[in-house]
């Protein structure tokens, strides 16, 4: 018999890789070379887990803690994390509703299937991070993206929201910080936009993975609206635990039960070691850490937003949180991804296109990342600053 | 405004939880009033993870790797299973084409989502692992169960596959060994299962998790036949390894990239501290414990299966692998739903019922999991036989 290969499903023709992965590979092979390259790409803090977590981690190991846990996670974890929606937010969040996941992306996968049937619509900003539209689709719904630019801070708004929903609109996802913008969605907006999905019979989103790196004002939860609402977080980004696997979901509590057959017959559980070395980041020490490197952040932020304006990029609104620059390159390029490739080969300097992130003005737009040293970056805005001008 | 829940999607309804988890909680319940129970349900190894591969993980973690590794997975975690492939099978498997998941849950995810469309049909034996329909439904496949008795070992075979192939059906899932039998596919119904597939068009999912766990004769990986194939295993069983969520697909060459671009945007990649500790998986020491261990669990085995039968279950087929006995109670039962919860009322005894893996016979039919010492097991079935006579 001849070896006949599988033809792939329809969905796969709709689900992009980065394109930045493309980039970055030219980057190792640059860096092969010997050439010095500054990653200004990465999605991921450049700290490594906080020394009382991976302390916690490895004392789990040696106990054992090796097994499945429950579905929806340890109970003390989903204590945990309700204990601090308490303090820090001042809210009273069921822990029976905190499902833990695999990361963001486990709860953003399991609110996806969750809620979308096929063909139905979940409205969302454009530009957003790169995989919402892929959660969707992989369950056949469809991601409408809203184009937003800086006038409304990159974020929807109940007015955008209201016109664009229609019979097939099931879903709005947002995010707060926003990933590739920084930017917040004030609580004002997050109640008008609330009302309107309500109005409409509809499911809100909120992803808040970003929460906790804030730096002009604290971040409110939607959950501080009611629990009528589907609440996305992880401990990869503010908690510095990326590798590990690991974030929640808080659910309505009506779909709570949904959530936990998807997460028993998807994946099992998150991983075990993680949700044990994930109770040491509520600890004071853990506290303190993450607090530093929030500084540390903003200080790189408070440096990059000018120096990229100083150098021809436009920044339209500062980045309140997360830890990009969003920055608009349409005084260099209408073509942003053979202008980061152009930036590699000429400075070593690594940053994300616009094409990543969506359509709206895509190729006007280049994403840095500051999750790299204040030296780095002053390194990589001088390559920048020689090669434009 | 008041408060509107959102509406789940359909899916939602065909997505069933396993019903042994409503036993699970009763058991616990029980448990918690000082009942002694003796858990013959569960889906893990008793043994908590070889020491070599904690001291892999604990060490991982002291050097911070704590980040996110390349979607596909550590490059020498790849090779290293690759190497396992042609060391313990004799089979040339390209590190290319593997890719790390979360569990083998996480690849069969990937598996379902690359290859089926909406409404497309995927063949599978009845009784089969629960969670097979579930990665199906959730990408809005249809997972068709065909009837398989104890006349083909519980799998299916060619003339099976052939029969009930339509135009609509679009791939074939197999576990060799499986859940809930434990039994083979022979070499020989696997590549005559094969070749009906390839003669229509379609795609062969193998699922292999229990390799390595077989008493009888060594299993024979379908990679053996061709990489026209879509092979799932894990770290979770014969390695040990279940809470840490580590797993692996082998994808057929053209559709690595499909898979890829899944795993980046669904999962971005399996946990970082198992795929290190993982790499620890294939050394002799390690290697000298999961052998211990395969004995213990044939050791178990050897004494289960003729126990069970002594006292009036039926094993039609003896189980080769897994750690599971499936057991037809027909003398005692044609409910084994609440057979299972009157039989741990009644002893203490937790037994899954057949109704998690199907629906053909599924009344008649109740999984034993030899998860447990034999000491345990012995007190079971003197529970059993003390209650049923
Ligand atoms: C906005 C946003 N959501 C979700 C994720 C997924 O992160 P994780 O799965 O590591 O929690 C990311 C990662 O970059 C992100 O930027
Ligand atoms: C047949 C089969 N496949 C896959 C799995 C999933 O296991 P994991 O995701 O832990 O690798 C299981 C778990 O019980 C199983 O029995």
Same mark, same amino acid.
């Given at each position: 018999m001849p070896v006949v290969y599988p033809r792939v499903a329809r969905r796969m023709a709709d689900i992009a890789p980065f394109h930045?992965?493309?980039?970055?590979?030219?980057?190792?092979?640059l860096a092969a070379t010997g050439r010095s390259i500054i990653? =200004?790409?990465?999605?991921?803090?450049?700290?490594?887990?906080?020394?009382?977590?991976?302390a916690a981690g490895r004392q789990a190991l040696a106990e054992g803690r090796t097994g499945y846990t429950s579905a929806c996670g340890l109970p003390a974890l989903r204590e945990a994390i309700a204990a601090n929606y308490a303090r820090r937010h001042g809210v009273d969040v069921d822990p029976g509703c905190i499902v833990v996941t695999p990361g963001a992306s486990g709860a953003l996968l399991l609110a996806a299937g969750v809620l979308m049937n096929p063909g139905e619509r979940c409205l969302l900003a454009d530009p957003t991070y790169p995989c919402n539209r892929h959660f969707?689709?992989?369950?056949?719904?469809?991601?409408?993206?809203?184009?937003?630019?800086?006038?409304?801070?990159?974020?929807?708004?109940?007015?955008?929201?209201?016109?664009h929903w229609d019979a097939q609109t099931r879903a709005v996802m947002l995010a707060s910080p926003a990933n590739p913008t920084g930017t917040l969605v004030p609580p004002a907006v997050m109640q008008g936009i609330r009302e309107i999905v309500r109005a409409h019979g509809g499911a809100l989103i909120v992803d808040e993975i970003y929460?906790?790196?804030v730096y002009d004002e604290p971040a409110v939860t939607a959950l501080a609206g009611g629990d009528d609402v589907f609440v996305v977080n992880s401990?990869?980004?503010?908690?510095? =635990?990326?590798?590990?696997?690991?974030?929640?979901?808080?659910?309505?509590?009506?779909?709570?039960?949904?959530?936990?057959?998807? =997460?028993?017959?998807?994946?099992?559980?998150?991983?075990?070691?993680?949700?044990?070395?994930?109770?040491?980041?509520?600890?004071?020490?853990?506290?303190?850490?993450?607090?530093?490197?929030?500084?540390?952040?903003?200080?790189?932020?408070?440096?990059?937003?000018?120096?990229?304006?100083?150098?021809?990029?436009?920044?339209?609104?500062?980045?309140?949180?997360?830890?990009?620059?969003?920055?608009?390159?349409?005084?260099?390029?209408?073509?942003?991804?053979?202008?980061?490739?152009?930036?590699?080969?000429?400075?070593?300097?690594?940053?994300?296109p616009g094409i990543d992130f969506g359509e709206y003005q895509a190729g006007r737009?280049?994403?840095?990342?500051?999750?790299?040293?204040?030296?780095?970056?002053q390194d990589g805005v001088d390559r920048l600053q020689r090669f434009l001008h």
């Open positions: 930045v992965m493309e980039l970055l590979a030219r980057a190792q092979q990653h =200004m790409e990465v999605g991921e803090p450049d700290f490594s887990t906080a020394a009382p977590i991976v969707l689709r992989f369950c056949e719904g469809e991601a409408v993206g809203i184009p937003v630019g800086a006038d409304t801070a990159f974020q929807l708004t109940p007015e955008l929201v209201d016109q929460h906790g790196l401990f990869s980004k503010y908690y510095g =635990m990326t590798g590990w696997r690991l974030g929640w979901l808080v659910a309505p509590p009506p779909c709570v039960r949904d959530v936990e057959k998807l =997460m028993q017959n998807l994946l099992i559980a998150a991983p075990t070691p993680a949700q044990y070395a994930a109770l040491a980041a509520f600890t004071p020490e853990a506290e303190a850490i993450f607090e530093e490197r929030r500084l540390a952040f903003r200080q790189r932020r408070d440096f990059l937003v000018p120096a990229l304006r100083a150098i021809g990029f436009e920044v339209p609104v500062m980045p309140q949180g997360a830890f990009y620059v969003y920055a608009d390159a349409s005084r260099f390029t209408d073509d942003s991804y053979s202008f980061c490739f152009r930036v590699l080969e000429e400075t070593g300097v690594a940053i994300t737009y280049v994403r840095f990342a500051y999750t790299t040293s204040l030296e780095a970056l």
